[in-house]
């Protein structure tokens, strides 16, 4: 079977799988069930197939797992939030139409990727004015203590979701061109190998970036994102775990100076390892999100079924949730609480799996930036994933990014989809057969 067959064998079960989710949904609204999910789910698998067909024609070689994986995402996040409004289904899958079509968009105009290193100082520029935006007064918006929103009349979006392409694209082009510089000279002390302190400079002014976001925008979880693909990068550029030792030995020193100096920054700590200690205030999120997980179980209450607003509210909004910010921040808690701890685990391996395909491209990349572009990609991705859940159950201090694909955002969608139109594009090189006709 060729791979775009499997790509479309892929979609069917992904389109059957909404059509099940929101027929759930109606039957538990009203006791009569009608042919709308039916519609809905039609609706999704049209959208697919003529991005599926694009691929088809433009990319014929490209990973055949990675698009249905994204769209499986999407479905999921698209019943998760019909159930909690009708209005902010509609507006994701609006969205959704949005960003496949930037995603056809930049497959069309960037089919020579390579292009994007003659301007990687552009490229990075344009990505820190993007992350420095929400602190600008006026546009910038705070949302629950960190500065991760711009807010333009009737436009709201976060920068941070486009500055994270940009920062990997120009990390990428940078390490491609100086990765020796890194390796050369290097001394081991104790086991571990040291680059040349006159070369750790990238590595310093990397770390003092985020540093810098922790402070400036108050957003842990951006900063430990951008970062923590920067260690993927300087990995593979390197293949030097040591790197990735003394990289995550500063970010955890960096980290504990901020939380011990600075208010905000220690403040999320405090939450983190005692939400019981203000249960009715900056507790309150923390908490709200564990009863709900906790009282999921193994296989849930059931799509629909949990209760997410108090028993005699008259005017059911986003407001009034039962867990605070259920639509963004908290929606991994709904999906345990309705699909139980084994559909949370199908939520991770699904990120997982997306993963695994992004890391194979990169290591079947044929040149330096291809491999580094998709390394730094995919760990940008599943780091924004991890970082999201890892707050939501605990593991990590709560952040105020979205869960990819999943939460409500129309900055989320658009960017993601273009970061997957860029994993697709090194695929499809990278898997096209050579001219003697071996793959």
């Not at 027929?23 to 519609?39: E, G, H, K, P, Y």
């Not at 697919?48 to 999921?76: E, G, K, M, Q, S």
């Not at 030792?245 to 220690?266: E, K, P």
């Amino acid at each position: 079977m060729s791979a775009r067959n499997r790509e479309l064998l892929g979609l069917i079960p992904v389109a059957g799988l909404l059509i099940a989710g929101f027929a759930a949904v109606f039957s538990v609204r009203s006791a009569q069930l009608d042919n709308t999910s039916l519609i809905f789910g039609a609706y999704f698998f049209a959208i697919c197939l003529a991005a599926h067909i694009f691929l088809r024609i433009r990319l014929p070689n490209a990973d055949p797992y990675l698009f249905p994986l994204v769209a499986l995402l999407a479905a999921i996040g698209l019943v998760m939030l019909y159930r909690i409004d009708a209005t902010l289904a509609r507006d994701q899958a609006n969205w959704f139409v949005v960003g496949l079509i930037l995603f056809m968009v930049t497959i069309t105009f960037l089919k020579d990727y390579h292009v994007l290193e003659r301007y990687r100082y552009l490229i990075v520029i344009g990505g820190l004015v993007l992350l420095m935006l929400p602190r600008l007064p006026v546009i910038g918006a705070q949302v629950n203590g960190a500065y991760l929103g711009v807010k333009i009349g009737p436009i709201a979006f976060q920068p941070a979701e486009f500055g994270k392409i940009a920062i990997v694209i120009f990390l990428a082009s940078y390490l491609r061109e100086h990765r020796e510089v890194l390796v050369v000279g290097a001394k081991r002390f104790a086991g571990i190998t040291f680059p040349p302190l006159k070369h750790l400079g990238p590595m310093l002014v990397v770390w003092g970036a985020a540093m810098v976001m922790l402070v400036f925008i108050r957003d842990l979880g951006s900063s430990l994102m951008f970062f923590g693909a920067f260690l993927a990068l300087i990995y593979t550029a390197t293949n030097r775990i040591s790197f990735v030792i003394i990289g995550l030995a500063m970010f955890l020193v960096g980290a504990w100076f901020f939380a011990t100096t600075v208010g905000h920054v220690g403040d999320r700590v405090d939450i983190w390892l005692d939400p019981y200690q203000d249960a009715g205030g900056t507790g309150y999120q923390v908490l709200q999100s564990m009863f709900a997980q906790a009282d999921g179980g193994l296989f849930g209450k059931g799509i629909g079924e949990s209760l997410l607003w108090a028993p005699g509210v008259d005017h059911q909004t986003i407001e009034n949730t039962l867990i605070p910010q259920v639509h963004t921040d908290f929606i991994y808690a709904l999906i345990v609480n309705e699909l139980g701890l084994f559909g949370g685990c199908g939520v991770i391996t699904i990120y997982a799996l997306i993963a695994a395909r992004g890391f194979k491209i990169a290591s079947i990349a044929r040149d330096g930036f291809s491999k580094l572009l998709a390394a730094g990609l995919t760990a940008v991705f599943a780091l924004q994933a991890f970082v999201i859940i890892g707050g939501v159950i605990r593991v990590i201090p709560l952040t105020g990014v979205t869960l990819p694909l999943i939460s409500y955002g129309g900055s989320s969608v658009i960017a993601n989809f273009v970061l997957i139109a860029l994993l697709l594009l090194i695929s499809d090189r990278a898997r096209r057969p050579e001219p003697g006709g071996t793959a």
